[in-house]
């Protein structure tokens, strides 16, 4: 199972969509700094589950949610997708191609989940990944700061 694709928009420093494709398995994120290579693990793991505030580093939840810049307006929606090759059923869900949403409207402050578009729980999206290694605090991603 490997990650094909994030698709990001108004997450963080992503104002607009942003697809990042790879061809095989992530090894790491590198870049210039203030990148927003954090800001791409953090879209991960939020997407897997993760509920911590400080650990995505903001102070509330809507901290997810881009804010403005110089040049741009803030947004209302945070949404990010995980695309996992899932051709060899380790995700135990029916289906070769898996797409993982979250979601935050700052307005109201709901969240949305999903798997394969269709509306669910966070407990569901947890629960699919539990198995796999793949959870937030798993050894399958290590933050900045972290190796040692
Ligand atoms: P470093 O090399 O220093 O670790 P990095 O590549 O990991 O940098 P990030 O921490 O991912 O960079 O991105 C930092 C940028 O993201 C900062 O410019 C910050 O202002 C911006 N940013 C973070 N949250 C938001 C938000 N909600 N809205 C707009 N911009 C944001
Ligand atoms: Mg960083």
Redesign the pocket.
């Known amino acids: 199972m490997f990650l094909k694709r994030i698709e990001l928009e108004g997450f ?2 992503f ?1 607009d969509r942003s697809v990042i494709h790879f061809d095989d398995d992530v090894v790491g994120i590198v ?12 879209a991960i793991r939020w997407v897997l589950g993760e509920q911590s505030v400080k650990s995505l ?2 102070n509330s939840m809507s ?7 110089m040049d741009r307006r ?1 947004v209302n929606t945070a949404s990010v997708t995980l695309v996992f090759d899932n051709s060899q059923h380790l995700l135990h869900i029916d289906y070769d191609e898996v797409e993982i949403t979250r979601k935050l409207h700052r307005q109201n402050g709901e969240a949305e989940y999903y798997i394969n578009k269709t509306p669910c729980r966070l407990k569901d999206i947890t629960s699919l990944v539990m198995d796999t290694g793949l959870g937030k605090d798993s050894l399958s991603i290590i933050s ?1 700061g972290n190796i040692s």
């Not at 870049?31 to 953090?42: A, L, V």
């Not at 901290?63 to 810049?69: A, T, Y």
């Open positions: 963080k420093s104002a870049g210039p700094n203030g990148c927003g290579k954090s800001n791409i693990n953090d580093r903001g901290d997810v949610i881009f804010n403005g810049s803030k900045q």
